[in-house]
């Protein structure tokens, strides 16, 4: 956004919106996310730095993430308002991006089916 962009912004609402409660929390949900993302991540990459399969790590990290990344680009876009739609920014691109990974690379179904696997596997009850 440009300077420009940001003054006629603040001067509709009278000050920075992230001076908002509303808006505020959607950042820290957001700051949130990510960090739990990227512990998901280390998590399954250490089991594999440990010569492990890493099945369940792995789409624990690849569902949790890719969600997240999702519900954070969505966030982002509400919280720029109508330019975050539009292609001046890059908000959209990351909104679509983050879109994709829920599909790409294994779907968030196939996840929670490897997820469920390995759990009544780790119970002794492999389906
Ligand atoms: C832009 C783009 C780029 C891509 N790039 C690559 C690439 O570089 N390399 C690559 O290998 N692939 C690539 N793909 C393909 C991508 O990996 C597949 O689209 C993805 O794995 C889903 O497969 P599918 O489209 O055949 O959907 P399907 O397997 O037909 O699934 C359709 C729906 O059914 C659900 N489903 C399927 N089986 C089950 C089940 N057992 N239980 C519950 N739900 C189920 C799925 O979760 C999904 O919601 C790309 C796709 C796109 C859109």
């Known amino acids: 956004m440009s300077k420009r962009q940001v003054l006629i912004y603040q001067a509709a609402v009278g000050r ?3 001076h908002f409660e509303g808006v505020s929390f959607k950042i ?3 700051a949130v996310k990510l960090a739990a993302s990227r512990l998901l991540i280390l998590d399954a990459a ?3 730095d440990r010569g492990e399969t890493a099945r369940k790590e792995g789409a624990v990290a690849k569902l949790y993430s890719t969600e997240a990344a999702f519900e954070v680009a969505h966030e982002s876009l509400q919280v720029h308002g109508g330019i975050g739609y539009t292609k001046d920014l890059p908000v959209e691109r990351y909104f679509r991006d983050a879109r994709f990974m829920m ?3 294994g779907t968030s179904e196939i996840m929670r089916y490897i997820i469920q696997r390995e759990v009544y596997k780790e119970m002794g009850r492999p389906s």
Do not use: K, T
């Open 103 to 105: 599909i790409g690379g």
């Open 28 to 30: 820290a949900d957001m």
């Open 16 to 18: 920075p919106i992230r």
């Open 46 to 48: 250490r089991a594999l």
